[in-house]
């Protein structure tokens, strides 16, 4: 397998997590968003300090690497918070748009942190995936702005935080150590908030709220890896993934059944995916 295309398989599965994660977060009921924050971040947090005590990767810390894995942290956490504000506060469809305005913004960052220019090909295949996620989320046009706002701030801000993981895997800082210094981070700005707000959870949140976490982490270090592995413009295209293995997993937890427009939508991104993956093979081979 090359590097790009142990990116795009990494980035799959991240897709896959995430709509685990999300489908989790979903079932474990009205609690607060901070709350839902610190238990998605905590479960990443144990299994990261566990890969990097058995592995015990060597890291350089340069003050290019310390900067950036902050700017990381940061950006991951504001992201995060953002996201789960506008689930909160604006219509599923809207949030989930906003949400994926992410891979566009890790194009742009890369363009002015990274100097990696998308092609021609690689811009398009981005701006058609869009198009198929607005068949399928349909935004409503009526959204409040300062959520929508807020919205829009959680796909840059994660957008930003794949920018910075790449750079990060470009300084060989091991995936696993990014991951736990995210999670570190954000548990400790959120735990304030769990304290001073923390509402009791039955059994069955608890545990969903641990495979929230769990799902989650399995995509955190997707996702790093894949970062790590190939540049925002050859990959983030397959971020899109999300949002039809998520109406999968509604369909098998809730019967809920797609309308045609979304299904058109699932073809676009699917078809878009395909044809980005024969085209990186290709050029891989030529």
Sequence with gaps: ??????????ITASSFFF?????????????????KSFFRNFVALLFAAVILYRERPKV??????????FWRALAGTVGVLCNFYAVDHLVLADASMLNKMSPFFAVIFAIFLLKEKPNRFQTLSIITAFIGVLFIVKPTGNMNLVPALIGLMGGLGAGL?????????????????????????SCVVLLPFLIFDFHPMTWVQLGTLLLAGLSAAGGQFTITAAYCYAPAREISVFDYFQIPFSALLGFIVFGQIPDWLSWIGYAIICGTAIAMFLRTTRTEKA
């Design 1 to 10: 397998m090359t590097q790009k295309q142990k990116g795009i398989l990494c």
């Design 19 to 35: 709509a685990l994660m999300n489908l989790f977060v979903r079932l474990s009921g009205d609690l607060p968003s901070m709350q």
């Design 60 to 69: 350089t810390f340069t003050p290019k690497a310390k900067l950036h894995l």
């Design 161 to 185: 935080a794949y920018t910075y993981v790449r750079s990060l895997g470009q300084q060989g800082i091991a995936g696993p150590f990014i991951v736990f210094f995210f999670s570190a981070f």
